[in-house]
């Protein structure tokens, strides 16, 4: 069994045994049927995975990992919010007849702000800290943004990523250590698929930026498993587990706007099979 498969089923259980249900409840997301999309939530989730041990991916089912890190590059290389420049369909229900989903996700990462040593975007502020200034405790991007949010098609679920430095007695080589704020998650469609996409961008930072990885936290305000999936759920977190699968980056690459999809890959990687059709509310 991964590390990852054992947060993850512990998870799951505390949210559908223990979790506060929004049944007949004021909600926003509805199903496309149009009936309300209750949920059972638990508030304040932390995960902690040490990236040095292993990588976090699922075994109950196949995470694909070239398809979450394709969405990563849109939003933290590319800087985009059109849905053209994105391989994987997930954006669509959101993109206006343009393909654009507004102010979000990538297009804040891509404003350029003004700093003391020049004018630098989110991204581009974050590797310049880490290569200048690693042990600074102000490494963070921040894309939920007020003034903003009126021309966003869906207001950012992960919105904060702050990056944090730290080093072992008797070793030179520094250490990435990474927290990633989310407001809101469908545990189902999305948990596993945030968790490694984000532990990819540590692994690329930390090796554009000379360092070790060391841990990755997720903190989920509103960790939230639907109604429709609640069978779907029990199903998955009952299934066969396997070990974590070996993660391969190409060690050739040290410019972080050189990263693809095909720099990536988990070796070894044994997983159940994909649960077809999840709906998805909106």
């Known amino acids: 069994m991964s590390y990852a498969d054992q947060v993850f089923i512990k998870m799951c259980r505390e949210i559908i045994d223990h979790g506060c249900s929004t049944e007949g409840e004021k909600v926003r997301p509805h199903w496309e049927d149009g009936t309300p999309a209750y949920t059972v939530k638990q508030f304040g989730v932390v995960n902690r995975y040490d990236l040095s041990k292993e990588f976090p991916a699922l075994t ?22 059109n849905i053209h420049d994105l391989g994987p369909r997930i954006w669509d229900s959101w993109a206006d007849e343009d393909g654009s989903i507004g102010k979000a996700y990538g297009y804040q990462l891509g404003v350029k702000h003004q700093y003391r040593e020049g004018t630098m975007d989110q991204v581009d502020r974050v590797i310049y800290d880490l290569k200048n200034n690693p042990y600074s405790r102000r490494i963070m991007t921040n894309i939920y943004v007020h003034q903003d949010l009126h021309e966003m098609n869906l207001y950012p679920c992960a919105y904060s990523m702050t990056f944090n430095v730290t080093k072992k007695a008797g070793s030179d080589r520094l250490i990435l250590n990474a927290i990633l704020n989310q407001r809101s998650q469908d545990v189902l469609a999305a948990n596993n698929w945030n ?6 961008l540590v692994h690329m930072l930390a090796q554009v930026c000379d360092m070790n990885v060391g841990e990755f936290v997720h903190v989920i305000a509103d ?16 299934r066969e587990t396997h070990p974590a699968p070996k993660f391969w980056l190409n060690p050739e690459i040290k410019d972080f706007y050189q990263f693809t999809k095909d720099d990536v890959r988990l070796d070894e990687y044994v997983a159940g099979p994909q649960i077809k059709n999840i709906p998805i509310a909106v």
Request: aromatic residues 10%.
């Open 223 to 238: 960790a939230h498993i639907y109604d429709r999936h609640i069978p779907l759920v029990e199903e998955l977190i009952t």
């Open 195 to 200: 968790v490694c996409q984000y532990a990819v």
């Open 60 to 81: 109950l089912r196949k995470t694909g990992i070239k398809s979450c890190t394709d969405e990563l590059l849109w939003i933290w290389q590319k800087k985009s919010n």
